[in-house]
């Protein structure tokens, strides 16, 4: 019996590049900042958009992340997608959003179970989930820190 050769990673290389990206000097002081930020970027899409906010330890964003793209009134993201741009990013912590195309942000029972389950997995990997913000076109946002749920 011939064994084959296995691979093995043995070095991950984070390649920082210099960005214009507006982002890149914005810092989040409240669910409002976040809302302005991931509005900019997904309240006009027409299915649910996740996006994950990656900051350092100063919440300056260092990254942005469209985890996921749903359907018109789903988005189904795993901790993985979530968590994989943050560790890439080298991110102290995030703010997840995603956007209802019906202008209603009030969140589903989904979106409060994946914002527990986001929370937990930071928990163990050590990066901070710091709140996931709902917002749509019509300007509303809601807060899930701010509602009890984190």
Same mark, same amino acid.
């Given at each position: 019996?011939?064994?084959?050769?296995?691979?093995?990673?043995?070095?991950?290389?984070?390649?920082?590049?210099?960005?214009?990206?507006?982002?890149?000097?914005?810092?989040?002081? &409240?669910? +409002? *900042?976040?809302? =302005?930020?991931?509005?900019?970027?997904?309240?006009?899409? *027409?299915?649910?958009?996740?996006?994950?906010?990656?900051?350092?330890?100063?919440?300056?964003?260092? +990254?942005?992340?469209?985890?996921?793209? /749903? &359907?018109?009134?789903?988005?189904?993201?795993?901790?993985?997608?979530?968590?994989?741009?943050?560790?890439?990013?080298?991110?102290?912590?995030?703010?997840?959003?995603?956007?209802?195309?019906? +202008? *209603?942000? #009030?969140? &589903?029972?989904?979106?409060?179970?994946? =914002?527990?389950?986001?929370?937990?997995? /930071?928990? #163990?990997? +050590?990066?901070?989930?710091? *709140?996931?913000?709902?917002?749509?076109?019509? /300007?509303?946002?809601?807060?899930?820190?701010?509602? /009890?749920?984190?």
């Amino acid at each position: 019996m011939e064994l084959t050769p296995i691979f093995e990673v043995i070095r991950i290389k984070q390649e920082i590049k210099e960005s214009n990206a507006p982002f890149t000097v914005y810092t989040i002081t &409240s669910p +409002g *900042d976040a809302h =302005t930020l991931a509005a900019s970027y997904i309240a006009e899409e *027409d299915r649910e958009v996740f996006l994950v906010m990656m900051l350092n330890t100063k919440n300056q964003v260092v +990254g942005l992340h469209r985890a996921h793209v /749903g &359907s018109l009134n789903a988005s189904i993201v795993h901790p993985r997608d979530v968590m994989k741009s943050a560790i890439l990013n080298n991110a102290a912590s995030i703010i997840v959003s995603h956007q209802h195309p019906s +202008g *209603d942000t #009030i969140p &589903s029972k989904e979106d409060i179970e994946v =914002t527990r389950r986001l929370a937990e997995a /930071g928990r #163990i990997l +050590g990066i901070q989930v710091l *709140d996931h913000v709902i917002v749509s076109q019509t /300007g509303n946002h809601t807060s899930l820190k701010e509602k /009890g749920y984190l």
